[in-house]
């Protein structure tokens, strides 16, 4: 099969095209034929970083986490996929497991789930990574109907899916962007817009939750803007943060007596423990898209496995709207 490699890591790293042998169904696990992957930030880190990551594979390596796909083959154990099931999934792409820039992928069949019906394979191969983050976000800070929730980034790649399913789910929801397309991306999703680069954090809390502050925080923004968080939050608010490699100082968050939830998605592929958790996500997510109530944003450039270092650069320019994705 036809798979697209690094050989080396860095900020300038190049994806060469490689012969690999396409996988065998093993136990527990099935092949699918990939037709869309997409490009994750934690993807890009990785091609930069390399060995300074724990979770980066050896070279050479298959990058990629995310994809769509059709089932080839599955292995014994297997009871709910069939060949010619279309399936999406995060189930790659780290350690010593082969990602999605590939033709065919050996997947864990508890990672996986089938596709919703209602869109494409580009769009599906968009969602896994950053739907389930916002899915797990949201559900361990504890999401309820009329709860005022601000999602940090809320036109990001996992800041739009959290603002979409936080409406789902029945909450007042608000998000911070900037510029007119982020602005437009948040309202668009039904959300109050806050540009942060225009308001201050007093003020949008006196103007939307008079004084009180925000019941739900889902900070896909992080770091350093983890403090704007604590500022904005009511007391005995809910914090979930996708970004907390960083030092600081909690002392605003003893003093409202607030919880902080971190998401780190990628800890069942890493640990092998709760995979199937990962699937029931993918499978709900699924049910809640063929509603209608969540559908994912793509970025308009196109990229295919022969330019995927054009998908990375893309990504990491900070001038995509939506999901980067790659054909396969």
């Known amino acids: 099969m036809k798979a697209m490699t690094l050989t080396a890591y860095g900020d300038d790293a190049t994806f060469e095209a490689a012969d690999l042998p396409k996988p065998i169904a093993t ?14 930030t934690v993807d890009t880190m990785i091609r930069s970083m390399g060995a300074d990551l724990p979770l980066s594979p050896a070279l050479p ?23 010619g099931d279309e399936v999406y999934g995060c189930a790659g792409g780290v350690t010593d497991i082969q990602g999605a820039l590939a033709e065919f992928i050996r997947a864990d069949a508890r990672l996986i789930a089938h596709k919703p019906k209602s869109i494409s394979m580009r769009e599906a ?29 809320g036109a990001g790649g996992v800041g739009h899916l959290a603002v979409q399913l936080a409406k789902h789910f029945g909450a007042e929801v608000y998000g911070t962007g900037t510029g007119d397309k982020q602005i437009d991306v948040i309202k668009g999703y039904g959300a109050t817009p ?21 019941d739900l925080i889902f900070d896909t923004v992080g770091g350093a803007n983890m403090t704007n968080s604590f500022e904005a939050a009511a007391l005995n608010a809910h914090i979930a943060s996708t970004v907390g490699l960083l030092e600081i100082d909690l002392s605003p968050a003893h003093f409202k007596g607030l919880s902080l939830h971190i998401i780190f998605m990628l800890l069942p592929m890493l640990a092998n423990q709760g995979r199937a958790k990962h699937g029931e996500i993918l499978t709900k997510l699924a049910e809640i898209v063929d509603a209608g109530a969540l559908k994912p944003l793509l970025d308009d450039q196109r990229f295919d496995l022969d330019t995927v270092g054009g998908a990375y650069d893309r990504l990491t320019s900070g001038q995509a709207i939506g999901k980067v994705v790659v054909d396969v």
């Open 61 to 83: 390596a298959v990058l990629g986490m995310d994809f769509a796909g059709v089932i080839e083959a599955v292995g014994d154990g297997v009871t709910a996929f069939s060949v």
């Open 125 to 153: 191969a968009a969602m896994p990574l950053v739907g389930i983050t916002a899915y797990e976000g949201l559900e361990r800070a504890g999401i309820a109907a009329g709860q005022k929730v601000l999602v940090q980034g």
């Open 27 to 40: 136990d527990g696990h099935v092949v699918v034929r990939i037709i869309a992957t997409s490009i994750n």
């Open 194 to 214: 806050i540009d942060f680069a225009a308001e201050k954090i007093a003020d949008y809390v006196a103007k939307y939750t008079d004084g009180a502050g925000f």
